[in-house]
């Protein structure tokens, strides 16, 4: 008869592992099936009651710094219950105990037993116990109830961490497409064509820093006389400076069909700068008109790095006169438009900081010194090689070769 008995005891632990696994099985599936947060804890909730024949259980989770009840049954709980880790720090600091030595208030008085859900020692969850059959009233039981809890809360984080990803991709995709309207929207600022013809030849080449540079560069045939050129530089890079410089383009060309002259032109988009950003934004540019009928340019330099004249005879020039950068005053405060002779064959070179901001192994910088060396040894190239050779000449001195601190745009004009 012992005999017998030992085998049916055996049987009968046999057959509640079974439903353990049972149990495990159900869950497991829910996981992969990627139910939703509430139905994980209904199946929880469902396990205990079929397989453990729990009656009364309150599972409070760890979540946004406070243990929040997430599954109640048999219990007259408030569904905003919740306990501080400040208040649990001292419970259980076995793997149970006593609810009645806990002197929580009536509300608590059906509970037996608190299971502490530890991972890595740290308490992410507190299971709180009524009756169970008594079959499962064993530690056997309870290392059951802890194991499906601790499946419980990994299947949760894991569904959390599905949906940050999944929210991730989606805002990242926005970011994406806002940098492709942004990047969509700068290509439309530059000119598509550069009147080159009988009386100029014209290149620009422009290399941003990141997906959304800052400079900007334009060309306006007036007249058949006039030529307008214009280099600008934003602070800022991204999507602000972009929006920015399309505020500065839309400005200039409205002002050009008014027949705004030079001093007018500045002056407007200085104010029109300093309105759009509040003084917190700037932009360097340079603006010149060429006259082909009088031979000369008419320039301002408003804080931008200082263009290169260079006649065909005599020392190259730089073009300095002008104000300071636009936006940061609502009044310029000193001004004056620059004139230079440009008869034929003079080149004119416009370019922004990020050319001459380069740096070798020593935290030399290239500067104006090594630009205008550069310039001079090739300045009768095609204007595609010179520029073509400036930037073979920055790469070499660049410590990181083709990766650049900054935009790099130049724009030169040959007069014929």
């Not at 309150?58 to 049954?73: H, I, M």
């Not at 076995?94 to 020692?121: H, I, M, Y």
Request: with cysteine; proline share 5%; glycine share 6%.
């Amino acid at each position: 008869m012992p005999q017998t008995a030992a085998v049916a005891g055996l049987e009968k632990r046999l057959f509640l592992k079974e439903r353990e696994l049972g149990a495990l099985l159900e869950i497991t599936q829910a996981i992969t099936h990627d139910s939703a947060e509430a139905d994980l804890y209904k199946i929880y909730q469902f396990t205990l009651i079929g397989q453990l024949g729990v009656r009364r259980l309150a599972l409070y989770v760890l979540d946004e710094g406070a243990f929040r009840l997430k599954v109640n049954f048999g219990t007259s709980l408030a569904d905003d219950s919740h306990f501080l880790p400040a208040e649990v720090a001292d419970w259980c600091p076995g793997p149970t105990c006593l609810v009645k030595d806990l002197s929580l208030g009536a509300a608590w008085q059906n509970f037996e037993l608190l299971v502490p859900v530890r991972q890595q020692e740290d308490v992410q969850a507190l299971v709180f116990v009524g009756t169970m059959q008594g079959d499962y009233a064993s530690r056997e039981a309870l290392s059951f109830l802890e194991t499906l809890s601790n499946i419980l809360l990994g299947a949760v984080a894991n569904l959390r961490l599905a949906r940050q990803r999944e929210a991730l991709l989606v805002a990242e995709a926005s970011v994406r497409r806002e940098i492709e309207i942004a990047q969509q929207v700068q290509q439309l600022l530059f000119p598509q064509h550069l009147p080159n013809n009988a009386r100029y030849a014209l290149h620009a080449t422009y290399q941003p820093h990141t997906e959304i540079g800052g400079d900007y560069y334009d060309v306006v045939e007036i007249d058949p006389h006039r030529l307008l050129v214009c280099v600008a530089d934003v602070s800022g890079k991204g999507v602000p400076a972009s929006l920015l410089m399309s505020n500065f383009q839309a400005g200039l060309r409205t002002l050009l069909r008014q027949g705004a002259d030079l001093v007018t032109i500045v002056r407007e988009l200085n104010h029109l700068i300093f309105r759009n950003s509040g003084g917190e934004k700037f932009i360097t540019a340079f603006l010149a008109l060429y006259d082909r009928r009088t031979q000369v340019l008419e320039y301002v330099n408003a804080g931008h790095n200082d263009p290169l004249l260079l006649p065909d005879a005599g020392p190259p020039q730089p073009l300095h006169d002008g104000t300071v950068m636009l936006g940061i005053m609502p009044e310029l405060p000193r001004f004056k438009v620059g004139l230079a002779a440009m008869p034929p064959h003079s080149l004119l070179f416009i370019y922004t900081d990020g050319l001459t901001e380069v740096f070798d192994a020593q935290q030399q910088e290239f500067g104006e010194g090594s630009v205008l060396r550069a310039l001079s040894r090739n300045r009768y190239l095609p204007l595609p090689r010179l520029h073509q050779e400036l930037l073979a000449c920055i790469r070499d001195f660049n410590i990181h070769g083709e990766r650049f601190a900054d935009d790099v745009t130049m724009l030169s004009l040959r007069v014929k």
